[in-house]
Each structure stands twice: as structure tokens, then as C-alpha cells.
């Protein structure tokens, strides 16, 4: 399904070797997809670069110029290979330096005498942006223009998106409907599946096979904005597998 013309859309942005090497298991993007969901924002894309400037950079000028909110997590913490903060800056064309701002929220962890230069490299924000709170760490995330920066820790991205999703324009919430096709393979009704997708074009509709404790099954989901559109073709769904499985 395509989005629509006044939907509110969303890209995601993992920044990190890590993520890439696997020595780090994802666990953000399933965090943000639901949390966006909820709010009636369509995630459309979600990108995956390691920590290299020049890839970082063009990614993000292309999803937050195709999107109406980019989301990004990893490379703001204190080490050297932390560089999302100055891409970010780079992708927007402003300075960046030490914000007080954010010195300040360091300074309600660490002592003074204690806020080195590498722990200072967490309190770098592009000027022009504002600062995304956050109570576990203290080191901030921000916000520039429709560009949210986050960190990779899962505990302190649900802090930081819980911070800021108040602040974001949602859509109409996506409803979502299971038919259940037990026993029905897949190629049996994909054609008749596929006519009624076509039929229903504000409908996403996607077949999906999975083992279950009673075997395997295949469930039909559809999903849609319109509650009018999503019955309909929810009623031509069980239609046809009520069809096949007589």
C-alpha cells in the first residue's frame, strides 16, 4: 500500500559497525515501528550504515528530505568513532560545539572535575537543535529540524523517544485485522488475494505463513485507516477462505 498524500511518514536510521558486524543485535527498530504505529505514523524505510561520515551524511539528507520524520540511533556517546552528532551537523550545514545546555545535564552525573574531554564529546550538539532529555545517563539526545537523534542504548532510545513523541504529528491510527487460513496453501489463493488487494487499494493486505503450536498455518492480515475499506475487504477475505475450506 502506498502512503497516503496527507499521511505522516517516518524513516529510521541505525548508525553503528556494530549493528552491521552483528556483534550487536537490534533492538530499537521493533521499539520505534510499534511506538509509531500507535501514534498513526508510517514507518517507510529503515537504514542501516556503519560509522562512516560520508555514508551517514547522505543518508540522512535523503531520508529526512523523503520523509516527515527521521529517526536515528547509535554514535552519541563519548568515544571516537561517536560521530552522528557532527554528520548531523554536517547534513544540515550548521556548527556544532559544546552546548551549556547540555553541559549542565552532564554536570547532574559526573563532577566537574570529572567532565573530561570525552565525556564532553556528549554534550557536542548542532547549533540550532533541541536537546531530547535523558534521566538514565543524563547525556542528551536532540532534535533538529525534523531529524531525531537517539541513542543506541535500548533503555535510553525508549526514554529519549518517550520524550519526544509528544511533540510529534500524528495520522489516524492503523487498525489491523487476522484472518486466519488454516490448511489453505498459500498458491491456492494468491490470485483471488492478489484481485482483492487491487480492489482495495488504501488496504495493505499480506499473507503469512508461520508455524504454530497446532501446525502450520497461513494468516491473511489486513490493515487500514479506513474502518469502512478495512471491513469490506475483510469480508472478501473470509469469503474466500471460507470458499477453499468447505
Request: charged share 25%; net charge negative.
Amino acid at each position: 500500500m502506498n502512503a497516503e498524500p496527507d499521511s505522516v511518514t517516518a524513516a529510521i536510521l541505525v548508525i553503528g559497525d556494530e549493528i552491521l558486524s552483528g556483534r550487536t543485535k537490534d533492538k530499537n527498530i521493533g521499539t520505534i515501528a510499534d511506538y509509531l504505529t500507535a501514534a498513526g505514523i508510517d514507518l517507510r524505510e529503515v537504514r542501516i550504515v556503519p560509522d562512516e561520515a560520508e555514508m551517514i551524511v547522505e543518508a540522512i539528507n535523503a531520508l529526512r528530505a523523503r520523509y516527515t520524520y527521521l529517526f536515528t540511533t547509535g554514535g552519541i556517546g563519548p568515544t571516537h568513532d561517536d560521530i552522528t552528532a557532527d554528520c548531523v551537523a554536517q547534513a544540515f550545514g550548521v556548527e556544532i560545539d559544546v552546548d551549556e545546555r547540555a553541559r549542565a545535564m552532564l554536570l547532574e552525573r559526573h563532577k566537574p572535575e570529572d567532565l573530561n574531554e570525552a565525556r564532553l564529546r556528549m554534550a557536542r550538539i548542532p547549533f540550532g537543535a533541541d536537546l531530547i532529555a535523558n534521566p538514565i545517563s543524563k547525556a542528551p539526545g536532540f532534535r533538529i529540524g525534523n531529524v531525531m537523534v537517539m541513542a543506541g542504548v535500548p533503555a535510553i532510545m525508549q526514554v529519549m523517544l518517550d520524550a519526544v513523541g509528544p511533540t510529534l504529528r500524528g495520522g489516524a491510527a492503523m487498525q489491523s485485522v487476522t484472518v486466519e487460513a488454516k490448511g489453505v496453501p498459500e498458491g491456492t489463493y494468491a490470485g483471488d488475494l492478489g484481485a482483492i488487494a487491487k480492489r482495495y487499494d488504501t488496504v495493505s493486505i499480506g499473507s503469512y505463513p508461520m508455524m504454530t503450536p497446532e501446525g502450520f498455518r497461513n494468516r491473511i492480515v489486513a490493515r487500514a485507516r479506513d474502518p469502512e475499506a478495512l471491513a469490506a475487504a475483510v469480508a472478501e477475505i473470509e469469503a474466500l477462505v471460507a470458499r477453499l475450506t468447505a
